[in-house]
Structure formats: C-alpha cells, structure tokens
C-alpha cells in the first residue's frame, strides 16, 4: 500500500468524521422555546380556612403561613382517604367501584393509549429496517436506454431479494420535540386517569351519603304516617262521640293522604340514587341492592394546608399543566420547519431477471441514498405554511397556560367553598336542632290543647307540618354536611398519602331530632 493511498483513506474518514460531528451537533440543537412553568399567583393562606386549622396536609418541616413554589405531585400516593369516616360499607362500596366502574377503565386505556404514542414517537429516533422479495415487471423506454426514437420499449422481469434502511436524523430537534410532546401527552393521559379515580371515589362517597339521607326521610316518613294514622283514629272517634264537626275529619285525612304521597316521591328518589350508584359501582341496577340505613351526623377534621400544597396535589391541574409542556414543545416542532431535514435511506441485496440466479454473488445490489430526490432538503417557499404553523402552535401554547391558571383558580374557589360550607353548617345544624326541638314542644302543646277544645284542629295540623319541615330540612343539612366533607376533601386532591390521616370524629347517634315526636 502506498502513501497516496494511505493518506486518501485518511482523508476520507476525517471527512466522515467531520460529518457525524456535525450531525450530532446539529442533532443536538433543538429549535425552539424550552419548556418552563408559568407562574400563577397563589395566595399564603385560604381564606375561609379556621385560624386553628391543623398543618396535617403541609409538606414535612414547611411551617404554615409560608409560601413556596408548587411542583405538581399527582402521582403521590393518596391512600384511601374515604376511611376518615370509620364506615365499613362505604370501605366497601369504594373498593367494588375502583375493580369494576367502566369510566376507570376506559381512562386507563386511554393511559395505555397514550404511552403506545409514546413509545411510537421514540422509535424514530432509530433507524427503520425492513425486507422484501418478489419480482418487478418493467417495460422500460427506448429514451431511458439511451436507444434510438421508435425502437419501443424493453420489457423485463426482475427478482429482487433486499433489505431496506431508512433513518431521519434528528437536526434541529424534529424528532426530540415530537418526543418530548409525546411525552408531555402520556403524563397529561395518566394525571387525567387520576383525576378520573378521585372523582370516582368522591361520587360512591357522595352517592352514598345522600342515599343514607334519603334513608332518614323514608324512616321520617314512615313514622309520620303512623303517627298520622293514629290521629285520624283520634279525631274520628272524637267525630264519632259529636264533639266536633266532619271538617277535623277531612282534614285529618287529607294530611295523612298527603303524607303517603310525600312519602312515595321519597321513595322514587331513593331508588333513582340506588341505581345510580350502582352503575358507579359496574353493577346492572338489578344486581345491586342497599340496606336501608338512615344517616347519623359526622364531624371530620379536614387540614387545608396551603394554597401553593394545593398545585402539588391535584390531578387535574397536574394534567393542565402538562399540556401545556406538550404545546411548548410543539412550538420547536413547528419551527423545525425551517430548517433542513436530511433522510438517509438505502437498500442492499440481489436483483436478477430470473428466480434461479437471483442470490448468486453477481446479482448482488446496493443503494445508498434517496431513491427519489435528494437526502438534504431546505423548503425555500411554502406560502406561509410554515410561519401560519408556528403562530398556530404558540397560541395553542397560550390558550393551555390560559386554561392552567383558570383551572388554579377554580381549585382554589372549590376550597373555598367547601371550607365555608362546613364552617356555616356548624352554624347552621346548631340552629335547626333549637328549631326542631322547638317545633316538637309546639306540636305537643298543640295536640294538648285540641284535646282540652281549646285550639281549632288547624293549629295542629300546622304545628305537625312545622315539626316535619324542620325535620326534613335537618337530614338535609346532616347529609350535606358529609357531601361537604367528601367535596373539600376531592377539592384538596384527595387523601393524604404516607401523612397521618386527620382526626376524625363520626358520629353514631341518631339524626338530628326524633321523628317519633311528629304529629
């Protein structure tokens, strides 16, 4: 081997080199804005939250008041926080729901979806090989054989045996973008399969508890009817001995009446919200059935934590704000548009006119390149295809930061709202519970009196319907005061984790005032 060949070899592996180089520098040149998380205003304390509140839901060593950044932490583990109500059926209910609801699982097909995504976007980063085999007729023309005009063309048929190569190299992050938008994509699917669970587990508790409450109205009302029942009894034995007129009679009968029917569209809701939550549950109507059990009233201690906590916990912002990172990156895809794009291709193998020569050595082929055009392309005019794809994805980009901080504001205004439910209904029970107590003395000095004729028999009747109002109106606030409780605690993003659970007191003793003492 001489020196000139020597020293060409060289040269042309130090061009080879210089090449690659300059690819991987190219490659690693991603165009385009990196991703960075819009600052959102967020408040050091909740408003409606209690001068007391405990600190339970702080990060470990954070002192409350304080105000740091919020880093969305929606795959933490939130634990099964519906046990701070100590309530085995509602345990129950919550683990049938989490195997068999039908929305859970069509969102985790969407997660499985997103990361098949994934992974295909990531496969461009490799080369693409494949192979083939089989023949080719060809009729080629007499210019393209560089014959004269008019000899006809030359047909032919040629084996072909050959395995193919294709590979775009990532310049100017075309392919890193697309990637890390895939990506962005994936973890939006998984925190919106979260936020799908946790809505999931509020509904079986909220669906739970108003069926517990529609419970206590049947209960109620069956006790009022009886009682009723017993009054008609009264008044027309009373009718019967002509110490009062047909009219008390009427009327007696008409408020029984009217109790029955009440107690018939209590009835209907009841079995509406049964199977309702029993197709939260991935259960036909039909299979399931709940035991009648009346509500009690519950007290549970909630931690709000802080405003910036808040960010960390919620699914769904956590899903808002990685949209927003996949719109970020497509704004570098889009402007990747610019720039040149080179594909390397080749084929290599055996080409022959008949079956029987096609893998002897002579029939061996290759190509290395393009089999069409060029491997370097630069597009030069477009019409502002290019610059319209560009604005496109930056005000896609600026639509999802819109959506981010509207949806920061929307968790925070839940919280909020949910703090002053449960701070007001404290306020509110107190008083229905004087209002029923009071209803119930005025029902028995009323019927006290009709027996003495020193009332008419409307007096009773309207002391009887206070006492049920007021009875109704108080399960309504007892079972709003638990939906209350599960709402702040699905406003907060969940449970709370590997922390201590917060104090809960649930109370066993019966709702709010005796239905025993309805008239």
Same mark, same amino acid.
């Given at each position: ?10 040269? +042309? ?23 960075? +998380? ?20 702080? @990060? ?6 304080? #105000? ?9 583990? =939130?634990?099964?926080? #519906? ?35 994934? !992974?295909?976007?990531?496969?461009? #980063? ?50 890193? !973008? ?15 399969? +979260? ?25 109620? $009302? ?15 034995? !009373? ?29 209907? +809701?009841?079995? @509406? ?130 959506? $981010? ?16 439910? /449960?701070?007001? /209904? ?14 119930? =003395? ?14 008419? $028999? ?37 449970? #709370? ?18 239905? @025993?003492?309805?008239?």
């Amino acid at each position: 081997m001489n020196t000139t060949t020597i020293h060409d070899r060289l040269m +042309r592996a130090g061009r080879l080199a210089a090449s690659g180089l300059l690819i991987a520098l190219l490659a690693a040149c991603a165009v385009g804005p990196d991703y960075k +998380r819009p600052d959102v205003a967020t408040p050091a304390a909740f408003k409606e939250a209690p001068a007391s509140a405990p600190a339970a839901a702080l @990060a470990p060593g954070e002192p409350s008041g304080t #105000w740091k950044t919020a880093e969305p932490s929606d795959a933490a583990q =939130r634990g099964a926080w #519906w046990t701070v109500f100590g309530d085995p059926v509602l345990d129950a209910l919550e683990r049938q729901a989490l195997d068999a609801n039908q929305n859970l699982k069509a969102a985790a097909a969407r997660v499985a979806e997103a990361r098949a995504a994934t !992974r295909a976007a990531r496969s461009q #980063w490799f080369p693409q090989i494949g192979a083939g085999f089989g023949p080719t007729r060809e009729g080629l023309s007499s210019a393209s054989q560089f014959q004269p005009q008019g000899t006809g063309p030359t047909e032919a048929t040629l084996w072909r045996a050959q395995g193919t190569v294709s590979y775009e190299a990532d310049l100017f992050g075309r392919v890193s !973008r697309n990637v890390e938008a895939s990506r962005a994509d994936a973890e939006q699917s998984d925190a919106l399969f +979260r936020s799908v669970q946790l809505a999931l587990q509020a509904d079986v508790a909220q669906n739970y508890f108003e069926l517990r409450q529609l419970d206590s109205d049947e209960d109620l $009302y069956r006790r009022t009817v009886d009682l009723r029942a017993q009054a008609l009894k009264l008044v027309q034995h !009373r009718f019967d001995e002509g110490d009062i007129s047909e009219l008390d009679v009427s009327r007696a009968k008409n408020e029984l009446a009217s109790a029955q029917a009440d107690a018939v569209g209590v009835a209907r +809701r009841r079995a @509406a919200s049964e199977h309702a939550l029993a197709i939260l549950l991935g259960k036909a109507p039909a299979d399931f059935s709940f035991k009648e059990t009346p509500i009690v009233p519950v007290a549970v201690t909630i931690p709000p934590g802080l405003p910036s906590a808040l960010l960390e916990r919620r699914p769904d912002i956590a899903a808002a704000e990685r949209a927003m990172a996949a719109a970020n990156a497509r704004v570098g895809l889009a402007k990747a548009a610019y720039f040149p794009q080179l594909d390397i291709t080749g084929a290599f193998g055996f080409e022959a006119s008949t079956l029987g020569s096609l893998f002897m050595w002579s029939s061996r082929t290759f190509l290395l390149g393009p089999f069409a055009g060029t491997a370097l392309t630069l597009p030069i005019f477009d019409g502002g295809r290019r610059s319209a794809g560009v604005a496109q994805a930056r005000a896609q980009y600026d639509e999802q930061v819109a959506n $981010y901080r509207q949806q920061v504001l929307v968790a925070f205004r839940e919280v909020e709202d949910n703090l002053a439910d /449960l701070r007001l /209904l404290d306020d509110q029970i107190r008083a229905q519970d004087a209002a029923v107590s009071a209803s119930q =003395r005025a029902a028995t000095l009323s019927r006290a009196q009709y027996q003495e004729g020193e009332v008419s $028999y409307l007096d009773v009747i309207d002391s009887e319907r206070s006492v049920l109002t007021s009875q109704l109106q108080s399960n309504a606030l007892t079972g709003t005061q638990a939906v209350s409780t599960v709402n702040l605690i699905r406003a907060l993003g969940g449970g #709370w984790g590997d922390k201590a659970a917060p104090a809960s007191v649930v109370g066993s003793g019966a709702a709010h005032g005796s239905p @025993a003492d309805a008239g």
